[in-house]
C-alpha cells in the first residue's frame, strides 16, 4: 500500500502562486501515474492533473489548463503541483493520488494522502 504526504499549502492572494508537493513511498513509483485532486466545501472531490509514470505525458482538468504545472521526480518519490494566476474559485483542500497503472486512467481512490489547504484570498 502506497502512503503519501502533501506539503505546501497556504493562504495566497489572487493571482498568486503556490507548489504543492507529495511525498509518495510503499510502491516502485516510476511504475504508477501520480495526480492531485481538490474538495471545496460542499463540492465532491474532482481531478485536478496527472502524469505518467514515466512523466512523459500530463493531463490537466480544463480550468488548470496553462495555470498549473504538474511534474515528477522518480528518483526522489515526489510529484509536484505548481499553481500560478490562482483564483479564490481555487480554494480547496488538495489531494494527492496513485493511479491504478502508469498511465492516467483508473486513480486509486483509496490511496489519498492527508491533504493539504489552499486559500486564495479575493
Known amino acids: 500500500q502506497v502512503q503519501l504526504v502533501e506539503s505546501g499549502g497556504g493562504l495566497v492572494q489572487a493571482g498568486g502562486s503556490l507548489r504543492l508537493s507529495c511525498a509518495a513511498s510503499g510502491r516502485t513509483f516510476r511504475n504508477y501515474a501520480m495526480g492531485w485532486f481538490r474538495q471545496a466545501p460542499g463540492t465532491e472531490r474532482g481531478f485536478v492533473a496527472c502524469i505518467t509514470g514515466n512523466g512523459d505525458n500530463t493531463y490537466y482538468a480544463d480550468s488548470m489548463k496553462g495555470r498549473f504545472t504538474i511534474s515528477r521526480d522518480n528518483a526522489k518519490n515526489t510529484v509536484n503541483l505548481q499553481m500560478d494566476s490562482l483564483k479564490h474559485e481555487d480554494t480547496a483542500v488538495y489531494y494527492c493520488?496513485?493511479?491504478?497503472?502508469?498511465?492516467?486512467?483508473?486513480?486509486?481512490?483509496?490511496?489519498w494522502g492527508q491533504g493539504t489547504q489552499v486559500t486564495v484570498s479575493s
Open positions: 493520488t496513485q493511479f491504478y497503472t502508469s498511465g492516467c486512467s483508473r486513480p486509486n481512490r483509496d490511496s
